[in-house]
Structures are given as C-alpha cells and as structure tokens.
C-alpha cells in the first residue's frame, strides 16, 4: 500500500456517511426537517393545483400516463411542467454539487438558500394572482416548486444519507420490511425509516389543513422550514469542517 504524501489528506466518504444515518446526528435531523416540508409542497400541489406532484416524480410518470390515456379527467400539461422543471432544478443541483459539493457548509447554504428563495416565489405568485388548476399562473407555482425540489434532491443525492432522500419513501418502506426481524433480518435503521414515513405524514395532514386557508399558508411554512435549517444546520457544518 503506497504511503498518503505528507499533508495530504485521504478520501472522505460522502459528508452523510454512516454518521448521518442515526437521526442524532445534526444532518439527519436536518433532513427530517426537509422531508417533513416535502409533505407541505406535495399537498399544495396535488391538493390545490390539480392532481400533480412538485416532489414525487414517480407519482408525476404515473399521473402523466392516466392523464395521456384520457382517465378521469387527469392533466397532462402540468405533470410535463413538473417534470421539466424539476429536471432543470436536479441539473442546477448537480453542477452546484460539482462546484461546492467539498465545501458541505458552503454546499448546504447555498441549495438551501435557492430552496428558499424559489418556494417563497411561488408564495408570492400564489398571493399575487388568482392560481386556479390548468392556468398559466398555477402552472408557474407548479414549476417554482419542482425547480426547488430538483435542486434539493441533486444536493441531498450528494450527501448520500441511507433512507432520508426526502422526497420519496419507497425504497425507505422496502428496506424497514425487508430488512425487519420479522423478515429475518436484524431490524438496522428502522429508526431512522419510521422516522423519516412519520416526518413526511406529518407534514401532508399539516399541508392538507394548512390548505383550507389558502395556498399561500403551507409555501411560506415550507420557505420557512428551509431557512430554519439553513440557520441551524450551517453553523453545525462549519464547525465539524
């Protein structure tokens, strides 16, 4: 094995290794944080713009082919925005991962800050004009919001923390039965997997009541969520450089 040259440091695991995966540690609860808010962004959108999903792509391909084959009335236009948009958003967080990504503190800041910044956007929208399902102005909230979930999933894609991707929970459920003592196996992570179906729960029944007001409750609750994890995470992350 060659020698690692004087002042040279070796090869880090991704920042949301092993040490991430217990919901103590700063990171993992940051991402609950944003999993939670997930719920709050998809209410909006599927409960008030029309049966489409700015976070849950999957559900976005599936809602897309019933709209395509002519099933219940389902949209096909704003499901195509949600994808496009959201693929945009993943592309600018990947080379935003690519620019920052060794720089985590610096990293997190900055795809949270652009989270921020689109969600209350789309708040602003949402105040501003009358955004009714299939409408120019509810398909600009749709976009502002799938921009700002592509983003955050290219950036927490980067972390790598096990189960806490925190826009989709399919893979999370897998792994909790399959990897259960009932299934044979020893029942690791299952902590952190209820937790993370329990954040985004939560924050659908809060999204879904939020929503009996108006629109604009549940985006400038998840703008909210963001900026408080920017403002509690980043210091932690600075420090652990």
Do not use: K
Not at 86 to 115: K, N
Request: glycine share 12%; charged share 10%; with cysteine.
């Amino acid at each position: 094995m060659s020698a690692i040259p004087a002042g040279a440091r070796p090869d880090r695991e991704p920042v949301g290794g092993r040490a991430a995966s217990s919901i103590r540690h700063p990171l993992a609860r940051a991402l609950l944080v944003m999993t939670f808010s997930t719920g709050l962004v998809d209410a909006v959108s599927y409960l008030g713009l029309g049966r489409v999903f700015a976070a849950n792509m999957t559900g976005n391909i599936v809602l897309l082919g019933f709209g395509i084959a002519g099933s219940a009335g389902l949209p096909v236009v704003a499901p195509l925005v949600s994808l496009a948009a959201f693929l945009i958003g993943s592309a600018v967080g990947g080379m935003l991962a690519a620019t920052t990504g060794d720089r985590h503190a610096q990293h997190v800041a900055r795809a949270l800050g652009i989270e921020v910044g689109l969600v209350l956007a789309a708040a602003i929208v949402a105040a501003a004009a009358d955004v009714r399902p299939s409408t120019f102005s509810g398909d600009a909230v749709i976009a502002l919001l799938a921009l700002a979930m592509g983003v955050r999933n290219a950036t927490v894609r980067r972390w790598g923390v096990p189960d806490l991707t925190t826009t989709v929970l399919t893979m999370t459920l897998t792994g909790l039965a399959a990897d259960s003592r009932i299934a044979g196996g020893s029942g690791q992570g299952s902590v952190r997997r209820i937790a993370a179906v329990l954040a985004m729960l939560c924050g659908a029944v809060a999204g879904a009541l939020l929503l009996e007001i108006s629109l604009v409750p549940p985006l400038l609750a998840a703008a909210a969520l963001a900026l408080l994890v920017a403002l509690a995470y980043v210091p932690v992350a600075r420090r652990e450089a």
